[in-house]
C-alpha cells in the first residue's frame, strides 16, 4: 500500500466507498444503480452511480471522479488561489473524490448528503512538484421534519469517526458544517448538519486519508437506518407538499452556494453528473409561513438556529 | 408629464404594466391575484402579485419595485462598476422596474417572462447629480414543446414595438436575447428567445422610456393567445413530465446566471419576490435524452441553434 502514490490511495478509497455505499442502498431499496462512465475533455473522468424512483429512495446519486488537467483562472479564482500562478508559473490539477446525495421518497426520511476529496496543485512543467494539496469533505442531513433522535445518531457516528484522528475535530468541523451549508438569502441553514472541513493540510497527507476513511465508513451505519426506520411511515399530501418546498431549498442551496458544484461547472465536468445532487422533484410556492407549533415550524426553527446534537 | 422626474415616469409605467398585465390574466384565468407590499430595510420596496395554481396559470408573478440606497460593493461587482466609485466617492442608487414571470398548467402553453427597468447611480453626497443612468429589459418565451406559429407571433410583435424607436433595435436586441438567456453548461438556450437590453443609454431617457412603454405593451397580445390557444390542449403524463424537466431548467437558469435574481440577491430584495420567478414545480431525471424526431426532440433543436422567428 505504502508504494502507492497518494493520488491511487484516495482514488481507491473513493472508489471503495462507491462500492460500499451502493450495495447498502440496494439492499435496502431493492431497485439497482445504474452506472455511467464518462471522459473528461480536459484529462480524467468519472463514474456515476443513479438509482431514481425505487422503493425507498426517490433520486440516489453516488458519484466517483478522477480529474486532473491545466488549472484555468475562472477555476483558480474559485478556489481563491489567484495569486499563486504567479510565484509558479502554468499549473496542473488533480482532483479526485466520491460525492453522493441520497433523496429518499417518504417525507419522513431525511436527504443525506456525503463528499471525500483530495486534491493537487502541481507545476505544469514538473507535475511531481505539489505546490498545494489538501483534503475535504464531510455528510450533511437535511430532514423535511425533524427527528431529534435521528439528528443525535447522525452527529454522534460522525463524533465518533472525527475522534480517532482528533477530538477537536468534530466540534471545530459541525461548526464549519453549520457556517457552510447555509441559505444565506434565506437566514437558515440547508439542514441540521454534520461535519464539513475543506483544505484540510494540517497534519500528514497519510493521517488526513485515514481521517477521510473514517468518516467515509461512518456513512452507511450514521444514515441508511433512518431511512429504513421511516420507509413506511405513513403521510399525505400536506407532508409531501412540505418535502417539495424542502426540496425546493436543496436546490436554492445546490446552484447558488455549492462550492462544488460550481467547481464542477467550472472545470468542465460532467454536467449531468454535477446536477446528480438536485432532486426528482421540487416546489416553490409564493412566501409560505408554516403554522405555529406545527412541525414544519419546529423544523425552520431549528434551521434558524443550529443546535447541538451530541 | 414632463415636470415629472425620469424616475416617477419609469415607476409610473412599471405599476401601470402591472396593473394591464394582472388585469389580463386574471380575465383569461378566472383566479385572483394575492398582493403584498413589502419594504426594502436599506431603502425602498415594492409591490409584489402572485396568482398561484390557476385555472390557467401555476404560477403568475407580476412584480414592481422601487428600490434606492447606499451601494455595496457586491453590487458594483454584479454591475461590472467595482471602479467608479474610486472617481465619484460614496455612491447612491435607484433602480424601478416591473418584473413578471407566467407558467400556465398546460405543457402545450409557453412560459414567458418579461421585464423593464430604469436605473440610476448617482453621488451620495449629491444625488442630483447622476453618474449612470440606463434602461434594461426585454420579453422572453419558454416553450416545453414548440409551436412555430406561436414563435412568430411572440416575436413579430415585439419586432413591431422595437420599429417605433428604432428598426435596428429588434435585430440587434433578438440577438443579445439568445446570447442572454443561455444555459452555457447545457450548451442550450433557456427558450426560442425575444428580445433583451440591458445599459441602455444611447438615446434620450425620453425616447429609451417611450421604447420600454412600446415592448411592455406589446407583453400581453403578444403572449396571452398563446396561453389561450393552448389551455384546453390535451396532454398526459408524458407531456407533464416534460414540462417538469423543462421547468428544472428555468430553475438552473435562473439561480445560476440571471443577473436580476443575483442583483436582487446582493442588494436585499425581498427573497420571496425575487425567488417569485421560479416554477412552481420543477424535475431532474438523470441524463435524459429525447428519442430522436420525437417534439422533445424538435425542442432541444432549437434550443441548441437559436432560429430567426420573423
Not at 136 to 147: E, F, K, M, R
Request: contains cysteine.
Amino acid at each position: 500500500m505504502s508504494s502507492q502514490s497518494m493520488r491511487q490511495r484516495a482514488e481507491a478509497l473513493a472508489r471503495q466507498t462507491q462500492d460500499t455505499i451502493c450495495a447498502a442502498v440496494e439492499k435496502l431499496d431493492g431497485a439497482r444503480f445504474r452506472e455511467d462512465s464518462w471522459q473528461r475533455p480536459g484529462g480524467g473522468g468519472g463514474d456515476s452511480r443513479v438509482l431514481q424512483d425505487g422503493g425507498v429512495f426517490e433520486k440516489a446519486g453516488v458519484n466517483v471522479s478522477v480529474v486532473y488537467g491545466a488549472v484555468s483562472a475562472p477555476m483558480l479564482a474559485a478556489l481563491e488561489l489567484a495569486t499563486i500562478a504567479d510565484e509558479h508559473g502554468e499549473l496542473a490539477f488533480f482532483a479526485t473524490g466520491i460525492s453522493t446525495v441520497l433523496h429518499p421518497q417518504n417525507p419522513h426520511a431525511p436527504t443525506a448528503h456525503a463528499n471525500y476529496r483530495y486534491f493537487e496543485i502541481v507545476r505544469h512543467d514538473e507535475p511531481t512538484q505539489i505546490v498545494r494539496w489538501w483534503f475535504g469533505g464531510g455528510a450533511d442531513l437535511t430532514p423535511s421534519y425533524l427527528v431529534e433522535d435521528d439528528a443525535r445518531h447522525f452527529h454522534r457516528l460522525h463524533q465518533q469517526a472525527c475522534e480517532h484522528t482528533d477530538a477537536s475535530y468534530y466540534p471545530r468541523f459541525k461548526r464549519w458544517c453549520d457556517e457552510y451549508f447555509r441559505l444565506h438569502h434565506r437566514a437558515e441553514a440547508r439542514g441540521i448538519g454534520g461535519i464539513f472541513f475543506d483544505r484540510l493540510d494540517e497534519r500528514p497527507a497519510e493521517a488526513l486519508l485515514t481521517h477521510c476513511r473514517h468518516c467515509a465508513e461512518a456513512f452507511v451505519p450514521a444514515y441508511l437506518p433512518l431511512c429504513e426506520a421511516h420507509a413506511a411511515d405513513p403521510f399525505g399530501e400536506r407532508e409531501r407538499r412540505w418535502q417539495q418546498l424542502r426540496r425546493g431549498r436543496y436546490v436554492e442551496f445546490n446552484l447558488l452556494h455549492d462550492r462544488g458544484t460550481l467547481f464542477g461547472l467550472h472545470s468542465g465536468g460532467r454536467i449531468e453528473s454535477i446536477l446528480m445532487s438536485l432532486p426528482l422533484t421540487a416546489r416553490w410556492e409564493y412566501d409560505v409561513v408554516p403554522e405555529p407549533h406545527s412541525p414544519e415550524a419546529a423544523l425552520v426553527e431549528v434551521l434558524r438556529e443550529p443546535r447541538d446534537w451530541v
